[in-house]
């Protein structure tokens, strides 16, 4: 793989380091990835489909998808070799190729899938609307490039908290549904709905250490880490409890 950017060499330590965890503990990213399946499940794909996954974690989509494409070719891809090798251990018999790949730089040849899948890996790459383009020149013609992707509308708990101290949240900016629905490909028909998950915790020290553990914790760099005082005082907020809200897109790209 060519040299990562500094993102993506964090990303690819933080999920390398929670790949062991991650397959128990990731209870929405699990949730989320089995209801993107029964979106694709829905779809009239070509018979035997050739599958990419981009982002494959440690198999959640595979095997929530898998069952429905009988006869599927898959190649199963994911930035961080742990996770790689967590996943090829799950994959154990299964027909299915693997392989470390960053999504944004795939080095595959054109019109060569009939279904490109993500869940919730879209949201950490540094130039999505370029990498769209990128991943819908793999698709056959009639092809699908399905995914899901956190919105702007996430967390709003977390956020709100933040601004009534001042402060302002290093979660990463996520695109809007407007922006989402602008990146669809040149001559592709986009259609995209929203949900919402929410999930409580005891408190935000539960909340957070959730997110390190699967390796989700990753901050957008450009925002100054808060103060320990600032940190103090968020955290204080949610001691009897915090309820966060994921807001999820499901994005269906279909080539003509
Ligand atoms: C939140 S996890 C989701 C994993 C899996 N899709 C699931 O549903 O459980 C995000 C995954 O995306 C991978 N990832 C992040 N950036 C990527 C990139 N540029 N190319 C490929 N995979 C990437 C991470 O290594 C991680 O395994």
């Not at 994911?78 to 392989?99: H, K």
């Not at 790459?125 to 020149?137: C, I, K, N, V």
């Not at 669809?184 to 408190?203: F, H, K, Q």
């Not at 320990?228 to 949610?238: E, H, Q, S, W």
Request: glycine share 8%; charged share 20%; hydrophobic share 45%.
């Amino acid at each position: 793989m060519t040299r990562l950017s500094s993102l993506k060499g964090t990303l690819a330590t933080a999920f390398g380091a929670a790949a062991d965890a991650y397959h128990s503990a990731a209870d929405v990213q699990r949730e989320v990835a089995s209801r993107l399946a029964r979106r694709i499940a829905g779809l009239s794909l070509a018979a035997r489909p050739r599958v990419l996954e981009i982002g494959c974690g440690t198999g959640f989509l595979y095997h929530a998808l898998a069952p429905d494409l009988g006869g599927a070719a898959w190649l199963l891809t994911d930035l961080s070799e742990a996770m790689v090798r967590r996943a090829r251990a799950t994959l154990a018999g299964r027909p299915a190729g693997i392989a470390v790949m960053d999504g944004e730089m795939p080095s595959l040849p054109p019109a060569s899938f009939d279904l490109i899948c993500a869940s919730l890996v879209f949201q950490w790459f540094e130039d999505l609307p370029r990498s769209l383009h990128g991943l819908a020149d793999l698709l056959a013609p009639g092809g699908a490039l399905v995914f899901s992707t956190l919105t702007a509308e996430s967390f709003p708990e977390w956020r709100a908290a933040h601004q009534e101290i001042g402060a302002r949240s290093a979660v990463r900016r996520y695109p809007t549904m407007k922006d989402i629905a602008r990146m669809s490909p040149e001559g592709m028909s986009m259609t995209l709905d929203v949900e919402s998950i929410a999930r409580p915790y005891r408190n935000a020290h539960a909340f957070l250490a959730h997110w390190k553990e699967i390796g989700t914790h990753v901050p957008d760099a450009s925002r100054p880490p808060l103060t320990p005082g600032t940190m103090r005082k968020l955290l204080r907020r949610f001691d009897d409890g915090i309820t966060v809200t994921y807001q999820v897109a499901y994005v269906t790209i279909i080539k003509a």
